[in-house]
């Protein structure tokens, strides 16, 4: 506890026990200082606390040790000038013993003490609140600098009559409305929304939760409207509530989006549509998806094909050749082939495949895979070939003579004669029997 002050040594319209216990237990740090020394005269408890001298340490100190270096001539100088009796003087640094430096807001009162000229003085510490306030202008300041150079729109409408107090440079490239023409003016009175409802719900929103996130509809100056996914938040500066939407513009992802599903659509109408089969399998042969056209092929219902084992559906002599197929589609990618396949009805199909295999960064492999029924092709290139050597058989083994000829060039000339307009063929070859010497030149013995 700091000795008190003497009462007895205050001036005698300050020696009242009231104003001695007023000086004394006041928060601030108070002092009286001789206006021609400089030299203090009596502190109060605030100030030896506050500056960690003790009061008897005070006593023999001036204004002068409690300033730093560079503040000492600009005290100098201030104390030279004329003052009024009551003194609001400012902002002042002032050094703490610890050599800490704070900033004070000085007020001074000029009287006397004990016959000589003298200035009550009380000194409040604004350190932490500048401290605030330097934060706060930094802060608007990064604010205002991240508001001009967001490359997403940014917009600030003021609550109370909704009217634009700000727009960023990507907000006026966006709409295509300069700041100069939209400051002061409604969303409304520029028709900025395509569905003044979505607005209202948006604000609504706000108000209730305090901020909201949702896919709106704004026109253009051009008149085109764009799809935004729009973040708004409601923020309370200088006794005003205002609204700051950021919008991301997501018109192409959207449309993007749109002409993905319907290609997928048509692509999906494609595959359950086609009379060919398209499934899907993993690399151990598990079938993942399959169109319709597997239904009429096998004879099983979808849900009976969708993740069996390819191997179910083969004779059992063919599944050495799925193991081979699943090697190959693993090493090279793709396989194409000849496969037999068992229907449900106990049936053996030969089917034509052309698979491969897709693999994207993080899913597992998946084996695309297209096959046709050439059953019916297959036998009749069987019974063809058949026939074929049927009638070869008969041609070899004939016991009179057979032979085959090409009778081709003299088609040819057939029909040039009949272009040049010959009717009567047996009257223009009575006529030029070299002909038929020529003609006979061009028979070509083929077997």
């Known amino acids: 506890m700091p000795p008190k002050s003497d009462p007895a040594k205050f001036p005698p319209a300050l020696s009242s026990e009231p104003f001695h216990l007023l000086f004394q237990s006041h928060p601030l740090p108070m002092w009286i200082y001789d206006l021609k020394t400089l030299a203090f005269l009596e502190v109060n408890d605030a100030a030896v606390e506050k500056y960690g001298y003790s009061r008897?340490?005070?006593?023999?100190?001036?204004?002068?040790?409690?300033?730093?270096?560079?503040?000492?001539?600009?005290l100098e100088k201030d104390v030279k000038q004329k003052r009024p009796s009551l003194q609001h003087s400012g902002e002042w640094k002032h050094q703490l013993r610890s050599g800490r430096v704070i900033d004070v807001e000085i007020t001074s009162h000029t009287l006397e003490y004990n016959g000589r000229k003298a200035a009550l003085v009380t000194a409040q510490d604004v350190t932490e609140r500048k401290l605030v306030v330097t934060a706060m202008q930094e802060g608007q300041e990064r604010f205002a600098a991240l508001f001009r150079a967001n490359p997403e729109p940014i917009a600030i409408t003021r609550l109370s009559d909704n009217r634009l107090v700000d727009v960023n440079l990507a907000w006026q490239e966006m709409t295509g409305y300069s700041r100069e023409e939209v400051i002061g003016r409604t969303p409304l009175a520029l028709n900025l929304w395509a569905d003044p409802a979505q607005r209202a719900s948006l604000v609504e929103s706000v108000q209730k939760t305090g901020k909201a996130r949702t896919v709106v509809q704004v026109r253009q100056r051009s008149g085109k409207v764009r799809e935004l996914l729009m973040s708004a938040e409601v923020v309370h500066l200088a006794g005003e509530h205002y609204l700051i939407t950021m919008a991301q513009d997501i018109t192409e992802r959207i449309q993007a989006e749109l002409a993905l599903r319907a290609s997928e659509e048509r692509y999906r109408d494609l595959v359950e549509n086609i009379s060919d089969l398209i499934c899907t399998h993993d690399l151990q042969g598990g079938i993942l998806s399959i169109n319709r056209a597997a239904v009429e092929l096998t004879g099983y219902t979808l849900d009976e094909l969708v993740g069996r084992n390819l191997r179910d559906f083969l004779p059992l002599e063919n599944h050495r050749a799925i193991d081979d197929y699943l090697t190959t589609i693993r090493e090279?990618?793709?396989?194409?082939?000849?496969?037999?396949?068992?229907?449900?009805?106990?049936?053996?199909?030969?089917?034509?495949?052309?698979?491969?295999?897709?693999?994207?960064?993080?899913?597992?492999?998946?084996?695309?895979?297209?096959?046709?029924?050439?059953?019916?092709?297959r036998l009749a290139e069987k019974e063809l070939n058949e026939r074929e050597a049927r009638y070869r058989n008969l041609f070899e083994d004939s016991p009179v003579s057979l032979w085959e000829e090409d009778f081709s060039a003299v088609k040819r000339r057939l029909d040039e004669l009949k272009a040049e307009g010959v009717q009567d063929l047996r009257a223009y070859l009575a006529s030029q029997p070299e002909v038929l010497a020529e003609w006979n030149s061009l028979l070509r013995e083929l077997d």
Do not use: C
Not at 56 to 74: C, G, H, N, Y
Not at 345 to 350: F, N, P, Q
């Open 332 to 377: 090279k990618g793709h396989a194409s082939g000849i496969m037999s396949v068992r229907t449900r009805s106990g049936e053996k199909r030969i089917w034509e495949f052309h698979n491969t295999l897709r693999a994207q960064e993080g899913a597992a492999p998946v084996v695309r895979g297209y096959a046709r029924d050439i059953t019916e092709r």
């Open 56 to 74: 008897e340490e005070f006593l023999r100190m001036t204004l002068k040790d409690i300033r730093p270096a560079e503040e000492v001539s600009r």
